[in-house]
Structures are given as C-alpha cells and as structure tokens.
C-alpha cells in the first residue's frame, strides 16, 4: 500500500494561478520529496526537504514539511500550462540505509491557457 | 549524460511468454531501483540494488519476477511466465550518495 496520500487526487487551475498540493504520511522519514511526472514519461525530482526543516524554496515551488502532523504542502506560484503533470511526493524510510522511496498517489495538475 | 536508459519502451506479448526489460543506470550511480507504476497500486518498489548487489527484494510479487544486475552498467529484470496483470509500466531509477533518484522514461508493458 502507498506510504502517502495526496489530496486533492485532481486539481484545474487557470495559467497565473497558484497551486497547492498536499501529502500525508505514515512513519517516520529521514526527508521528503517531491516529484512531476508529465505524461507518458518518468519521473522528475523537483525538491528535497530534510525532516529538521520546515519550509524550502526553489523558484516558484515551496514545499512544506510538518513532522508531528506527518504531512507536508507542495504550492507552485503563478502556475503556467507547462505545469499540467502529476505530482507525487515520496519518502524515504526513517530506517538508516534504505534508499527506496515510498510514493504517494499523486496530485494530477491541470493547468488551463 | 545520456540519463537512466531502458529498452524496450513499449512491449506487447502474450500470456505465457518471458518478457525482459532492460535499464542502464547513469554512469557512477551505485543505487539501481524497478518500480512499477499502474493506476490501480501507483508507484511500487520492486527491487534495488546497491553495488550490484540486490538490498531490498521484498517487492517483487513472486518467483515468475527475478532482477539481476550483472554489472554497474546493466540491469534486467525478467517476467516468467507473464501473465495480464503484469501489464504496466516499469520504471528503472538510479542515484548515488544523495536521495534523489533519477527515472527513466520507463517500459510500457502489455500482456495480452
């Protein structure tokens, strides 16, 4: 079963809008991240945060992290028609050593010209 | 760099037939991931390997899936038989000494 949830599982905003993607998840993690997939295609690691931070910028995305909530935010400012993707968050495991990433169930974004 | 390369992209076979995916990780990556990615489970872990060595193999869903990675270029993961609830696609990633993983464009594959 997926470590996270995302919500909301769809959005559609128009182009110049913000969105914001959330994600829960269940043990405990050494970091977070984000990832875009755009259609037919891989993934794309956009952001880390570390669980000892809070908040984390990187050009029009600012990412969140709550550890006693166990949840953190994705928010893409002024979003542009080249945002539409899914966006997954994925954890890696609080256990030392284990690199594989539990994902999330996306967040399909759907950004209107 | 050419990024994590896998082959073939698309693959269609019928029920009963072995299917290999391949991937070639980015070079220098010692972290080698399969994940599977259909609409009803999402994103699955498979299998990783560091050094070639397989770590973590507990989600692999039985004995018709076995991986291998014979060296630090090359990976394959093979399905035998296959059966139509294999359909999906496969994803190999690699990374190095920091958590980010690095996708390929991954197999779409269909078993009929």
């Known amino acids: 079963s997926q470590q996270g949830e995302e919500d909301p599982q769809a959005l559609s905003i128009q182009e110049g809008e913000n969105a914001t993607m959330n994600c829960s998840y269940k043990t405990s993690i050494n970091n977070l991240q984000w990832y875009r997939q755009n259609s037919g295609r891989g993934l794309v690691h956009l952001i880390l945060?570390?669980?000892?931070?809070r908040e984390k910028h990187s050009g029009r995305l600012r990412v969140t992290l709550d550890t006693s909530k166990k949840s953190s935010s994705l928010l893409i400012t002024a979003s542009r028609a080249a945002d539409t993707a899914s966006y997954f968050c994925a954890t890696a495991s609080g256990d030392t050593g284990r690199r594989a990433l539990t994902f999330g169930s996306g967040t399909r974004l759907q950004v209107q010209p | 760099d050419a990024g994590v390369i896998q082959s073939p992209r698309h693959e269609v076979t019928e029920m009963g037939q072995e299917v290999t995916l391949r991937c070639k990780p980015i070079s220098g990556h010692d972290y080698l991931f399969w994940y599977r990615q259909t609409m009803m489970r999402g994103l699955e872990l498979l299998i990783y390997f560091n050094n070639n060595v397989p770590i973590d193999d507990s989600g692999m869903p039985e004995d018709r899936f076995s991986a291998k990675m014979p060296n630090a270029s090359f990976s394959t993961l093979k399905i035998q038989p296959s059966e139509p609830r294999d359909s999906a696609v496969y994803f190999c990633?690699?990374?190095?000494?920091?958590?980010?993983?690095?996708f390929g464009p991954g197999t779409r594959l269909l078993v009929l």
């Open positions: 990633a690699s990374s190095s000494g920091t958590p980010t993983q690095y």
């Open positions: 945060i570390r669980s000892n931070e």
